[in-house]
Structure formats: C-alpha cells, structure tokens
C-alpha cells in the first residue's frame, strides 16, 4: 500500500520564477491538504482540495495556486517566487469525513 | 489561532517519563498529535476528538481536556526511538473532520542514554 508520495524531492529556484510541486495520495484517499513548513517551524496550512475543487484556504497569498486531477492526485504553484518562499512543503492526505492525514516525504525548495 | 504548546524542549534519559502539553484560545474540537524527526516528514501519532476517550498507542498516551481547551501527551518509559519534534494541530473547523490543521510551534524531545 503506497503513502503519500511528492516530487520533486528538492528544488532550487531563482527569485521571481515559477515552480509546480507534485503529490499524490494514500491509496483510497481523496483529500489533498499542503502545507509550508520552514525551518524550525509547525507546519502551516496552506489550501485543501477534494472533488477537484479548493475546500479550505490558509493565510496565503493568490501567488499559491493548486490543483486536484481526477485520479486525487494534486499540483501547488507559487508564482513570483520571493527568498520567503524557501521551505519544506507538505502534502497530507486524508479520506474526506475521516479526521487522520497522512503526510508525504515533502519538497524542499531554495529559492535563491 | 495557532495553538501553544509546552515545554519548547525536553531532554530525558532513557526510561524516563515526559508530558507535552498543547492549549488553545479558541474552543477545541479535536487534537492531532505527530511526531517529526529530522529531515523527514510528520507521523501521524493519535487524534483526540471532543467527547472522546484518551488514547493511547503503546508507551504513549494523550488527554483532551475541553473544559480547559488543552490537550496533553504522555511519554511512558521513553525510549531512544520517541526523540524528535512533536507538534498538536488543531481542526480549522469546527468538526472533527480532516479540515486543514493550525499547528503549534513542536517540542523538541531529545532522549539520551
């Protein structure tokens, strides 16, 4: 049975570009939550999708965006990458109506 | 709200007991406790729900107290492999479904031997 798996594993981007993160969920999960952790931090929520459609949305800016495909699986992108942007991010799934959420390996992006 | 979470470090022996403690400003309705260990990604340990019973997952245990809106972790007998990060999160919500987590800021546990 697979977790939560992301890619890339890590990533260096340059202030002011584009980068998309990758998820895909638990087997027979369907609600993909992402989260930002930086460093020495908890993480912080940023959005939920399921159904397709953004559930839930933390206190960031339009710069994220996201994404769920049919299959469950989900993108993030952030825009105009800014230094602040550097950080662990996490992908949790869960199966909707179930408060568990199992979290992927992550994606640690540098932005430079 | 994020929640607050005591002590911010703690370094035991082996054997040794610790509690972890998790308060928040707003009413709870559930707790979700995970264990981080350097570099990798958070384990899901246990979830309180309100009106639920304490928990427990071997040596390690947790209580939700409502009235107080605080939730602790019991470390029993702590062993070399319970070191790490341990963060609460609590429900966005106001159920106890998956909703997006406020996380507090972790405690560091360090066990030695």
């Known amino acids: 049975d697979a977790g939560v798996t992301q890619s890339p594993t890590h990533l260096i981007k340059t202030r002011g570009q584009q980068v998309t993160l990758r998820c895909s969920p638990k087997?027979?999960?369907?609600?993909v939550s992402w989260y930002q952790q930086a460093l020495g931090q908890g993480p912080q929520f940023i959005f939920q999708?399921?159904?397709?459609?953004?559930?839930q949305r933390g206190n960031f800016p339009d710069r994220f965006s996201g994404h769920q495909f049919p299959n469950y699986s989900s993108e993030l992108n952030v825009n105009a990458l800014l230094l602040g942007d550097s950080a662990l991010y996490l992908c949790?799934?869960?199966?909707?109506?179930?408060?568990?959420?199992?979290f992927g390996p992550g994606t640690r992006l540098t932005v430079t | 709200q994020q929640p607050v979470q005591s002590p911010q470090a703690v370094i035991l022996r082996e054997g040794e007991d610790a509690v972890i403690n998790c308060s928040s400003s707003?009413?709870?309705?559930?707790v979700h406790w995970y264990r981080q260990k350097h570099g990798e990604a958070p384990v899901f340990l246990m979830i309180?729900?309100?009106?639920?019973e304490q928990k427990g997952h071997e040596k390690i245990s947790a209580s939700f107290n409502e009235k107080k809106q605080q939730s602790s972790l019991y470390l029993t007998a702590s062993q070399l492999s319970y070191s790490g990060t341990y963060f609460c999160?609590?429900?966005?919500?106001?159920?106890?479904?998956?909703?997006?987590?406020?996380f507090g800021k972790g405690t560091h546990l360090i066990i030695q031997p």
């Open positions: 707003k009413a709870l309705y559930s």
């Open positions: 309180l729900l309100k009106g639920g």
């Open positions: 949790a799934s869960s199966l909707a109506g179930s408060s568990e959420q199992y």
């Open positions: 999160g609590i429900n966005r919500g106001s159920g106890g479904g998956a909703d997006g987590l406020t």
């Open positions: 999708y399921y159904e397709e459609e953004e559930r």
């Open positions: 087997s027979g999960h369907d609600t």
